[in-house]
């Protein structure tokens, strides 16, 4: 063997060593990405399984004239057929600043904000049906013990008052949602407070809007970033005359368009950041969604469907002044409508 050949063997030998370290990596990598596509998919799958079920047909009003059969309704000479890739969630915003704070039923805060978002898991649409919180509805009561003593026509925003826990009202106003919307199957809830409000927003570095009405410190016209306390003073602070709760409602819809625009673009970029979101929401957020069925609607609808394509459902009605707080009434056929536009699929 001469002495070049001896030189030149360490060499290729290193290089042959490189190569096995490159390719063991690449492999490892592969296999990597692979268990957590593996684990997405299983994730997806089990949140699926938990959000579809339940769906049923609603019953109209009885001054709503209209044709329900086990397979399709006929209104206003349109038939229509229940949707079932429907996942419908109530959004509550409650005026407290720790949700967990357990005081006796009947003081246990309000939901200053109602908003039942419908996501169609097979079109990746979002409808949403904002209910004015001054809505007369027959809400149920219970006594500070916890025992049920029957249902009373009040503002809607007080069912949440009535649970001896916060689980107990998010159920008590989800049962008395659904209710109010003809009897439709409401999936799941998620109530946020005051706290939590500031801390989603500043996860996602804020939102950018601007400011639709002149109230508390912004002025109408005004284009500003919301952060933290800023917040909550949009969506939370309203005037005293009968109109007010209906702009305020007006200003949370659009505050929940942007912040869906805004984490909606974050999670299309890197879908990772999900997880955070979930695990920031839960200190101060109380809901029956888990990790694996938030992963399932936001590959659905959130990263194909942002903020600016959201569908918001009004339901029409009259507010007047009560004996002691503003009353809206809404108008039935006003209801049926939107729960069939959300819930159902016209027959073409």
Do not use: W
Request: hydrophobic letters at 35%; aromatic letters at 8%; charged letters at 20%.
């Amino acid at each position: 063997m001469t002495s070049s050949q001896n030189e030149n063997t360490p060499k290729t030998s290193k290089k042959r060593n490189s190569k096995k370290t490159l390719i063991i990596v690449l492999i490892s990598i592969a296999g990597l990405i692979l268990a957590l596509c593996a684990a997405l998919i299983i994730l997806i799958a089990v949140g699926k399984h938990g959000l579809h079920s339940g769906d049923m047909q609603v019953s109209a009003p009885e001054d709503v004239s209209a044709t329900e059969t086990e397979d399709y309704i006929e209104y206003e000479g349109e038939k229509y057929t229940l949707n079932k890739n429907i996942v419908s969630v109530l959004f509550l915003g409650v005026d407290k600043k720790n949700i967990n704070e357990e005081k006796n039923a009947g003081a246990n805060g309000q939901a200053d904000a109602i908003f039942l978002a419908c996501f169609d898991t097979k079109t990746g649409s979002i409808k949403i049906i904002p209910i004015n919180r001054d809505t007369m509805a027959d809400i149920s009561l219970y006594s500070s013990e916890g025992n049920y003593s029957g249902t009373k026509n009040e503002q809607i925003c007080l069912s949440y008052a009535y649970g001896g826990t916060a689980e107990e009202s998010c159920e008590n106003v989800k049962r008395d949602v659904s209710r109010l919307l003809c009897g439709v199957n409401i999936s799941s809830y998620v109530a946020i407070d005051l706290k939590g409000v500031s801390a989603i927003t500043d996860i996602i570095g804020g939102v950018s809007l601007t400011s639709i009405e002149t109230v508390g410190s912004f002025k109408e016209g005004q284009t500003v970033t919301l952060k933290g306390e800023k917040a909550v003073e949009y969506i939370q602070k309203r005037g005293n005359d009968i109109e007010a709760a209906t702009r305020r409602m007006l200003r949370q819809k659009q505050f929940l368009t942007a912040f869906a625009s805004a984490a909606g673009n974050q999670l299309v970029s890197d879908f990772s950041k999900l997880g955070t979101f979930y695990n920031t929401a839960m200190k101060y957020t109380l809901t029956d969604i888990d990790l694996a069925e938030a992963t399932y609607l936001a590959k659905c609808c959130l990263t194909t469907n942002l903020g600016s394509s959201i569908d918001y459902i009004s339901i029409e009605g009259n507010a007047v002044a009560g004996e002691e707080h503003v009353e809206f009434y809404a108008d039935n056929n006003s209801i049926y409508k939107a729960v069939l536009e959300c819930f159902y699929t016209k027959v073409e």
